[in-house]
């Protein structure tokens, strides 16, 4: 990359200050940044679909695909070839250290993507929240196999559960590949049927705008359709290309002129100091600045930074970055941690009041109903303490006050508290990017919801 974007090759020496607002202006006007998660059932192609495109975009050699040719037919795995580009990036990337989230990156002609990629266990929900919580956008790939999608999309299958995920955790625009119609013969009928069932549910169940919904349709193990179109047989799609539809997702608002929080995802003990990988929530931070670590209240002092593996003397909300910190101990930091700002930390605690919606339950939620509770890449125990009322979700007005449980698809305000220690927290109005939480149950999501109120403060 060149030009106004790449911000000059950090040293260790503390150059003059920095204007980041100015900085970052420049950059979002040369090219916008987004996050983007993949999401959807195990096997609906997703792995082969981001390898293939990484390659048809540069961002992988022709060498490199010929190697993992080679070393897929080895072991009988041909098709694997594509699926394997993500793990090769993640070692290259990771240096030894792994990391819960890996991060690729590629650009279209207009858009520089950040790919949140979930780890091996591609359908461990937990990490997909941590994932999905820092995504500005989705591509949903769905398998339109006959009988695939279907139990992709059944009470069993993943598809539904990923996208109310992505919803909640504040994904606002979905990309949907409707994968594999290779082996439907590319289909139009399959594709309409696939697209009539799912915007069917993404508009009424997961509340996405129809608007912010676009479907289409590929294959990600030929190619057609990602970069370029060939296949006669498809004539009938006269839509955009996947690569076309993601150049023209809109980057959100970015919380730049708040002040500074970035959630950390991985801690390790890095060359000169503790690095802390995360991305940056709200607000800036150059080198030579000082930062507060909470929970903790201890302060460090930020040492060298890398955005998506480059050097840079600054980042600002929205960028992934790895900081070294000197002037702290590793101990004082950790997966979950929050810096802040020094003279604007962030509340700490384990008692807040939520606004949320109940999931498909089989269980009612009742007062003591215990929770596994996710915010960002961090979980606690705790429970829902109190119902304080059910709320019509339309208008926002109070239903029922103090009611005894709360059924699939409610919407409620509810106060929650956490059994161990306190954790960073701020209410949604603050924050967009900290102020949401998942609540899960026996290896299920049973709410989403967003903190209305800090009730206790800890620090
Ligand atoms: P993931 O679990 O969603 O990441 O799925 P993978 O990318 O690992 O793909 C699962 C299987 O589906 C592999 O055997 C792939 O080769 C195969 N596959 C993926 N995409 C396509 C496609 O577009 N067409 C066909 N025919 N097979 C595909």
Request: proline share 4%; net charge neutral; glycine share 8%.
């Amino acid at each position: 990359p060149s030009g106004i974007s790449t911000p000059s090759k950090a040293s260790t020496k503390i150059g003059k200050r920095i204007d980041v607002v100015t900085e970052y202006q420049k950059r979002v006007a040369e090219k916008e940044s987004l996050n983007l998660v993949v999401i959807g059932h195990v096997d609906a192609g997703k792995s082969t679909l981001m390898g293939h495109l990484l390659y048809l975009q540069g961002e992988v050699t022709e060498k490199t695909i010929r190697k993992h040719e080679r070393d897929a037919q080895k072991i009988g795995k041909a098709s694997f070839a594509f699926a394997w580009v993500l793990d090769e990036t993640g070692e290259e990337r990771a240096r030894g250290i792994t990391m819960d989230v890996g991060v690729t990156k590629f650009e279209t002609e207009h858009r520089r993507f950040t790919l949140l990629d979930a780890p091996g266990h591609r359908d461990f929900i937990p990490n997909m929240i941590s994932g999905t919580a820092q995504a500005d956008v989705a591509i949903l790939v769905v398998d339109a196999t006959t009988g695939e999608f279907e139990s992709g999309f059944d009470a069993n299958g993943q598809t539904k559960e990923h996208a109310l995920l992505a919803r909640s955790l504040g994904v606002q625009q979905l990309v949907v590949a409707v994968n594999k119609l290779d082996v439907v013969g590319w289909s139009e009928a399959r594709f309409q049927e696939i697209v009539a069932k799912l915007e069917q549910f993404l508009v009424k169940d997961a509340s996405f705008k129809k608007s912010s919904l676009i479907f289409v349709p590929c294959s990600g193990f030929t190619g057609e359709n990602l970069v370029r179109s060939v296949v006669e047989t498809f004539a009938w799609y006269k839509g955009p290309t996947l690569i076309q539809t993601i150049d023209k997702l809109d980057a959100p608002t970015r919380a730049v002129e708040k002040p500074f929080r970035m959630s950390v995802t991985d801690v390790f003990k890095g060359t000169g100091g503790v690095s802390a990988a995360g991305r940056l929530e709200a607000g800036h931070i150059q080198i030579g600045e000082a930062i507060m670590v909470m929970p903790g209240s201890e302060m460090a002092v930020v040492k060298n930074m890398e955005v998506n593996d480059e050097p840079t003397r600054w980042a600002a909300a929205g960028d992934s970055v790895l900081l070294t910190l000197s002037g702290i101990d590793i101990l004082q930091v950790s997966t979950g941690s929050v810096l802040c700002a020094r003279d604007a930390p962030i509340p700490v605690t384990t008692h807040f009041a939520a606004q949320i919606v109940v999931f498909d339950v089989k269980i009612p939620i009742t007062v003591g109903f215990p929770i596994i509770m996710h915010h960002q890449s961090h979980n606690e125990p705790g429970v829902i303490s109190k119902l304080v009322a059910t709320i019509d979700k339309g208008t926002g007005e109070v239903v029922k006050k103090n009611p005894r449980h709360l059924g699939k698809n409610t919407t409620a305000m509810v106060e929650i508290r956490l059994n161990g220690r306190a954790i960073p927290l701020e209410t949604f109005k603050d924050s967009k990017e900290l102020g949401r939480v998942m609540l899960r149950k026996g290896g299920e999501t049973v709410a989403a919801g967003i903190v209305t109120k800090i009730l206790s403060f800890g620090s």
